[in-house]
């Protein structure tokens, strides 16, 4: 199967895709569940209150600067700036929340660099000096390091508002992963979780893992990303761990063998905000990046690139693949019947070469 980037083709051609994919592995699935929008609606739309999910979207782009980013934001959602240095700015009071807007460099963005040059015997203390230095870092560092623009948690609903935002960026020239070789810039979505309980985050995380390697295809996700810590797969033995039917944790268990196999936050999909949300004590005690991992009930899916400066892309195109995965998790039987064609197929290599031989002969 041959997926495309644009999302004009990619719009017609999804749906059919995914429905094939769905009646393949015993799921049904009605085409009214896509929105008007392009965006596919959860299978599960509330979180465990009563509410709509909430979803935050997280985009590193280049070729704007702060600034243009800030407009692109108030020109659809309002609100005002706040500058705090040129690394750091924020766009509050507005209709959704507020939106972060920074470059993906902790030693800009804490200043430690100012650190290194006082051990340097360079003391550029604050004010103009140090304000026109860091005009120039910021410039400069703008070549490899992202700009970012961390929305505010929203209903999912609103998702076509952000994908405004995304418009005026591509508008303003913002460039993405596909534009340099330096570019391993992403999209990340935190999606609410529809429930926390260790049942249903466990059917997330099978079906994530028995989707990995169709939304690596999806996605067509970037040399320069796949060769960054950032998003390796998961360990082939927590994967067989994890789909073995006998498997049926509690949260503790959950949490446990999650840290004593993987305690890492560097995976295409990230759980450990949403494992430190539902026991903080127990995952910042294990050796993870504790400095990075902000609890909070939700998935965090950073597998995407972020394709902003190709035209026919949108942000429908990352949240319709993760609606594949979560499809499966709502479908008990279609779950359960991978989960045993994975474990009946051979690991590693082999089991790689038995996937796409089966394509061909298909």
Known sequence: MVFCRGYSNFGHGLWAMLLGLFQSAGISLSESTQAESGFVAPPFRNNPRGRPRKVGVELEVAGVAPEQMAEAVMAVVGGQVERSSPFESKVTDTELGDFRIELDADVLKNRGYQKRLEEMGIDIGEGEVRDNLEQVISRVAGLVVPLELVGPPVPWTQLPRLDEIRKKLHEAGARGTHSSPFYAFGLHLNIEASSLAAASILAVLRAFLLRYEWLMEAEDVDFSRRITPYVQP?????????????????????????LAFTPTRNRPLDLLPLLAHLDEERVMAAPVEKDLIKPRPAWHYRLPNCLIDEPDWSLAVPWNHWMAVEELASQPAALKTECRRYLDTPGGIRRWLAERLQRFWS
């Open 234 to 258: 998961y360990p082939e033995d927590y994967v067989r761990y994890v789909l073995d039917p006998g498997y049926r944790p509690d949260r503790k268990r959950l949490i446990d063998d999650f």
